[in-house]
Nanobody
Framework: VQLQASGGGLVQPGGSLRLSCVVSGLPFSEYVMAWLRQDSGEEREPVASITTTGGHTTYGDSVKGRFTISRDNARNTVYLQMNSLKSEDTAVYYC????????????WGKGTLVTVSS
């Protein structure tokens, strides 16, 4: 199983980035997908999650109204559109996958670094 995240980089405050995570080795459409982030010295923080069909999404309070999670089951890919970025959004962003009935995420990608700075 591989979760390959990409799209991170350096962006100015107020800017936008789109993260992608391509998944292989599992039946993608049967897995709940999520993005989480971790800044150095901080605990890993849930950012957004999306159900298997994309019919329901959840967001962390700090990103509501600015970030949008989506998925393309035909492409085995989950996305995170990040707008109005703030310096506090700086972190390594990880995508994760879990079966619907599982409480914890089963698989994790290696992460992509997002740096918001002027």
């Amino acid at each position: 199983v591989q979760l390959q995240a990409s799209g991170g980089g350096l962006v100015q405050p107020g800017g936008s980035l789109r993260l992608s995570c391509v998944v292989s080795g599992l039946p993608f459409s049967e897995y709940v997908m999520a993005w989480l982030r971790q800044d150095s010295g901080e605990e890993r923080e849930p950012v957004a999650s999306i159900t298997t069909t994309g019919g329901h999404t959840t967001y962390g309070d700090s990103v509501k109204g600015r970030f949008t999670i989506s998925r393309d089951n035909a492409r085995n890919t989950v996305y995170l559109q990040m707008n109005s970025l703030k310096s506090e959004d700086t972190a390594v962003y990880y995508c994760a996958a879990k079966e619907r009935m599982h409480l914890k995420y089963d698989y994790w990608g290696k992460g992509t670094l997002v740096t918001v700075s002027s």
